[in-house]
């Protein structure tokens, strides 16, 4: 590979990319390299560059730890991926049970494609501002859906008319919090005083030891309370 393909407009877009949830742009990152076959030099210096670039995306730094500079153990780690969403969707499709009205907010791909293995259910999709994430959510879901501004998904927890809140994560510590979107904790409080369940979809590779303060304004710490439900790969 080339010093032209490691500062291609493919990889500066994707450093650079606010909108997609931290397993999309592991995946595209996964892809880009098998496509490109970077050497290891070259893979290393990718690697640090995308690790700076989204420092509160555990899945990123977990998920790279077994590549390596080897870009051809990330097919494997592809696979991988895909897999943990069908156990997720499987634990989630048991957790959820009758509830059929359901909120999200932000972008996330495993929400996505959980939320799309359930039947007969109806999704308002909060805009998620700042940044407007939910509109690309939208996209992806084929059940019906709703596209809401934040404050009408405030109103719908306080009157009881939504039945659980589903969002992603992009790193956790079991029994003390999450990374999110910032305005999850907002959303995660008014569920607690409306005794609405909150389940948080993750992956073993989200896991961290550690939740420092995050470094960009559009993320934000929660903590776990007694509505809240981690839903994992396990």
Known sequence: M????????EFIELLENKEDGSLTILKQYLEMVLRIKPDKVEMQLMNKRLLNS??????????????????????????????QNKVISRNLSNKIGQHNRILTFSNSSTVAFCLNQLQDI?????????GGEGKNMQIHL????HLI?????????EKKRIEILV???DSFIEGVGFVNKVGS????????????????????????????QT????????????????????
């Open 142 to 145: 084929k059940h019906i859906t």
């Open 185 to 212: 904790q907002y959303l995660v409080d008014l569920c607690l005083v409306a005794n609405t369940p909150v389940l948080i979809l993750g992956s073993r590779l989200k896991s961290t030891g550690l939740i420092a």
């Open 167 to 169: 969002l992603g994560c």
């Open 122 to 130: 109806e999704i308002w999709v909060m805009e998620s501002l700042p």
């Open 54 to 83: 989204f420092p509160d995306m555990a899945i990123l730094k977990n998920g790279l730890d077994n590549v390596g500079n080897d870009f051809n153990k990330s097919q494997k780690l592809i696979e991988a991926l895909d897999s």
């Open 215 to 234: 470094s960009s304004n559009l993320m934000e710490h929660c903590t776990f309370n007694s509505v809240t439900t981690l839903i994992l790969d396990t």
């Open 2 to 9: 080339s010093k032209e393909l490691t500062e291609d407009q």
């Open 149 to 157: 501004s934040d404050k009408v998904g405030y109103e719908l927890i």
